[in-house]
């Protein structure tokens, strides 16, 4: 079991990147998923256990088959939402 493992979820939309359900270590916080969502992408921050560095990571929970709608949308609003840039395996530290 982790020291810490949170994460963030994202979905992006034709409004752009609208925030989803939040795991924080001692909560969380369920948010309705977009029903026109056409990607949606966890940021996770990650400590393995005490004493280890932590890690940010970044996996796609979902992807509309239409990829053509999804390249437009991720060229309008960007490949990750603001602040989240950048999250492939980032040390914490």
């Known amino acids: 079991m982790a020291l810490s493992n949170e994460y963030y979820e994202y979905h992006l939309t034709p409004k752009g990147w609208i925030i ?3 795991k924080y270590d001692h909560k969380f916080e369920a948010v309705k998923i977009p029903a026109d969502r056409v990607l949606t992408c966890r940021y996770c921050d990650k400590i393995p256990c005490m004493g ?3 890690y940010k990571y970044k996996s796609i929970v979902f992807e509309e088959k239409v990829s053509k709608r999804v390249r437009d949308l991720i060229r309008l609003y960007g490949k990750d939402p603001e ?3 950048d999250w492939e395996n980032k040390p914490l530290y």
Do not use: R, T
Request: overall charge neutral.
């Open 20 to 22: 989803g359900s939040v």
């Open 52 to 54: 280890a560095k932590g």
């Open 83 to 85: 602040g989240f840039e």
